[in-house]
């Protein structure tokens, strides 16, 4: 998303396992299957498992090819690719970061997944991206430059670079928001939700809400006192993959094979 010449396209991770567990994660809006960094080696080590985690649409291209979609587009490309693994008789934990979390949770409200995780989903938004009508700001500007990567987070990834913002986000946002509050009473599944106490996007308290209104009779969130909004570059990454892993070998994969 307004890239660097020399950076090369993101690319899907597809880690196989000949066993049936699979965890299809989904990544964050303007980010990549990166925004992981080493999740899905950990869980696929750790469980023998398939790990999957697609490249959401047009997040290959300028970030101008995003200013025609909506939060349907982007579900319609999961919902096809999870169809396909379910069809394979694959036994899927879903798990989204952001963004994604809002999709993983509509997708496990409605197809017969194993468990699901979510980690800084904006169900509730921090100032001044809760302001109403804030993406009318896109009449002005669309498109905005992150914050260049830390050095810690350059050590982790030596590939990240600085993307840019899309003011498309905030609605896209506001429309998951909208569509997965009145499904989340449908996942009876396993979960889990993560967030960080200071992320200046997401509000922490969202874990609460999502907790609040699942009908899983497991269910736990984890709140990390840290500043950032991915936890997977952070000091407490491995704490998060433990968690994680802790938290499916106990409720969903304890004993599948």
Known sequence: ???????????????????????FLIHGYTGDPEDFLDLGDY?????????????????????QSLDNLNFEDFLKQLEKELKEELKKGKEIVLGGYSFGGQLALYL??????????????PLKLRFPFNIKFLEILGLFKKYWKKRNPTPYE?????????YY?????????KRGNKLIKGLLSNIKVPSLSIQTKKDYLT??????????????KVKKDYIFNSNTHNIFYSKNRKKAYKIIGDF??????KNST
């Open 165 to 173: 913002a899309h003011i498309k986000g905030i609605s896209v946002t």
């Open 108 to 121: 496990a409200a409605k197809y017969p997944v194993k468990g699901i995780f979510n980690v800084s989903t």
């Open 154 to 162: 350059k050590k982790l990834n030596k590939n990240l670079v600085k």
């Open 203 to 216: 509000n922490y308290k969202s874990s609460k809400v999502i907790n609040k209104m699942i009908k899983s």
């Open 1 to 23: 998303m307004g890239r660097k010449k020399d950076f090369k396209k993101p690319k899907e991770v597809n880690l196989k396992s000949k066993s049936k567990r699979e965890f």
């Open 43 to 63: 869980l696929s080590k750790r469980f023998n498992a398939n790990v999957r985690i697609p490249v959401l649409y047009s997040h290959d291209k300028r970030v």
């Open 248 to 253: 499916f070998e106990n409720n969903v994969f």
